[in-house]
């Protein structure tokens, strides 16, 4: 099986650079970096990712850290439409997801501490926001690279608004549209996720410029 090495002596350039030339570093040269990855491609070359994980000292994965479900609960459809996208993303970049779920934020701590220090996972897209949540405390004070979906609980941390005000104000025009209620109750776990604050706060919106509210 053609090693890094292999491709390195042919191209004749230094093994460091033929690897930086694989993984795209614009600091080769564009001719460099086609003429390697031609070669690995007559050699037949696939990268050892496991090696790369052993170099870098954190694995080719990213720990999906779901909010704390119980195992009744019914599968979220956004939850299952984030996973699908990201895995998509994540296959392009030969990286593969660990699922992080439980019941209670104690066992969800702990389920991620030990993606860190035992699976190596460095990289986390949490599925959900929350004021004092334990797991965004300790990814941030570990210095793990993590993103949020919602409202980041402190300044600087990255994150993706999936604007659920407004999801809250469309889903009650539709109902108020297509199904015409004529009484809208607003439903909350008792976990108060910053998700359902925003979604109640778009379906006011939408009653108070009925009149409904």
């Known amino acids: 099986m053609a090693t890094i090495k292999d491709i390195a002596k042919l191209a004749g350039v230094s093994i460091s650079t033929a690897s930086r030339a694989l993984n795209d570093n614009p600091r080769i040269s564009e001719a460099t970096r086609t003429k390697v990855k031609q ?3 007559e050699l037949g070359y696939s990268p050892n990712y496991n090696a790369q994980t052993l170099t870098r000292g954190e694995a080719n994965m990213v720990g999906l850290v779901f909010p704390v479900t119980d195992q009744s609960a019914l599968a979220n459809p956004f939850h299952i439409d984030l996973m699908r996208g990201a ?33 190596k ?19 941030r004070d570990a210095g793990m690279n ?3 979906i919602g409202h980041p609980e402190k300044q600087g941390d ?3 608004d999936n604007d659920n005000i407004q999801a809250g104000f469309l889903a009650t025009q539709k109902l108020l549209d297509d199904h015409h209620c004529q009484h809208v109750a607003f439903v909350t776990s008792p976990h108060h996720w910053s998700f359902e604050v925003d979604r109640q706060l778009g379906c006011r919106q939408c009653l108070n410029e009925r009149g409904l509210g």
């Open 121 to 139: 996972v460095h990289n986390f897209l949490l599925l959900y926001t929350k004021e004092k949540d334990p797991v965004t405390d300790y990814l």
């Open 87 to 119: 895995g998509v993303a994540l296959e392009q970049r030969h990286y593969t997801m660990m699922v992080a779920i439980a019941e209670t934020e104690e066992r969800l701590l702990e389920t991620v501490k030990s993606m860190v220090t035992q699976s």
């Open 158 to 160: 990255r994150f993706v």
């Open 146 to 148: 993590f993103v949020v």
């Open 39 to 41: 070669i690995a491609a």
